[in-house]
């Protein structure tokens, strides 16, 4: 049965709530379980990486579910998985459960991230209220960190990191009930006789437009997980104190509130390729500025607020874009398509901060590569061809 636009889109707000929130304050962990385990900070960042590579992985296969079978079955599952995850970090006393628990957490996201939720929710909302609707959605994520993370940071300085990770996965079952909100939303037998899901793949490979947002794509991730993993221990590293890195999280999911739906807003007044390249250029400038200047608590506030503008507002002119040139049907897999390439600048964004902070005994190297990288994906998306694909404008003639 099909649930009504709205019913959809605060279903998947909420899922996103929890599930985004939960898994964007894991970097208040990283301290506290590697000194617990006696493994270098490495160990820990390449757990992290290991999940964001598995949710990349497989997100085009759980889109490719939800848009033929629907959403209500995929997002129940994925959230079985989320909180086993959970739950195998909670009990770790090693690497070895720490990397099952990330195994389980980056294929619960798979179903559980933005790639379902977002799809869900384009094909439900209405042509001319779509990315408004995606922007709306992709701020759930975005309030999710900023009431998630003091959540979860306030388990964790009460009861200890083991103890924090088991509040978080029963907290996450909320997610199980929220999933029959979005039920019934596959693309419909008719879209999917017109074009089969190879077929789609096919056309989207072979366009450019699709091959530079999958390459700007890259950046996001890369930039987007290397912080949220690592700015707690650069700052506490740096004399800050834990409280501050923190709210620092949340304000960049609260400013991301406003950022997100701003985001969605400009993609309906403006072409939604430029409004990506002024973001991507916007982070390398907040990158620049933060080293520069000298780091205090309320610099450091200023700047989460400050990225937080920017942090997740890629994702609903992402996807907005991938619908507007290929149309709905589809989306959810297109995008898992995309996100792939996210995640595996997630991956490197988590291990390699780790890594070169074991080599070198700084984060110096990590934030040159964050500002290079978004001058990239800036110029990688003014190139972008967004017309819909000519198939679309037949059946808008014939309608």
């Known amino acids: 049965m099909k649930r009504s636009y709205l019913t959809v889109l605060i279903c998947a707000a909420t899922l996103l709530t929890v599930s985004v929130g939960i898994r964007q304050g894991l970097g208040l962990f990283l301290k506290p379980i590697s000194l617990d385990l006696g493994v270098g900070r490495e160990v820990f960042a390449f757990a992290m990486a290991l999940q964001n590579l598995l949710w990349g992985a497989a997100a085009p296969f759980a889109g490719g579910i939800a848009d033929k079978y629907g959403t209500g079955r995929t997002l129940a599952v994925s959230a079985l998985f989320y909180a086993a995850g959970l739950y195998a970090m909670a ?27 977002l799809g869900a929710v384009g094909r439900a909302a209405p042509p001319e209220k779509r990315s408004m609707a995606l922007g709306i959605c992709a701020a759930g994520g975005s309030f999710g960190q900023f009431i998630m993370v003091p959540y979860g940071e306030y388990f964790l300085s009460s ?16 997610m199980v009930p929220l999933s029959a909100g979005v039920a019934g939303q596959q693309a419909s037998a008719a ?7 190879m077929a789609a793949l096919k056309e989207a490979a072979g366009h450019r437009g699709f091959q530079l947002l999958t390459a700007g794509f890259f950046v996001c991730g890369f930039q987007v997980v290397f912080v949220a993993v690592h700015l707690p221990s650069y700052l506490a590293d740096l004399g800050i104190e834990s409280w501050v890195a923190a709210w620092c999280l949340a304000l960049v999911g609260l400013f991301n509130i406003i950022g997100s739906y701003s985001a969605g807003v ?59 040139v290929f ?33 070198f005994g700084s984060y110096d190297a990590m934030w040159v590569i964050c500002i290079g990288l978004g001058f990239f994906a800036a110029a990688m998306h003014y190139p972008i061809t967004d017309q819909p694909m000519t198939r679309l404008s037949a059946k808008g003639a014939a309608a």
């Open 327 to 359: 149309g709905p049907t589809y989306m959810s897999m297109l995008y898992g398509v995309v996100f792939f390439s996210h995640q595996v600048g997630s991956f490197l964004g988590a291990w390699l901060g780790g890594y070169f902070f074991d080599v």
């Open 266 to 324: 400009l993609g309906s007044k403006f072409r939604k390729k430029y409004v990506l390249a002024w973001i991507y250029l916007g982070r390398s400038l907040v990158f620049l500025v933060f080293i520069l200047m000298p780091l205090t608590s309320t610099s450091a506030l200023v700047f989460a607020s400050a990225l937080g503008l920017l942090w997740l507002s890629t994702i609903p002119l992402t996807s907005g874009l991938i619908a507007q």
């Open 159 to 174: 009861l200890g990191w083991s103890s924090a990770l088991m509040v978080l996965a029963a907290t996450s079952l909320i």
């Open 91 to 117: 009990i770790s006393t090693g690497s070895g459960e720490l990397f099952l628990g990330s195994i389980l957490l980056g294929l619960g996201l798979s179903g559980l991230g933005f790639s379902v939720a």
């Open 191 to 197: 879209d999917q006789d017109k074009q089969s899901l």
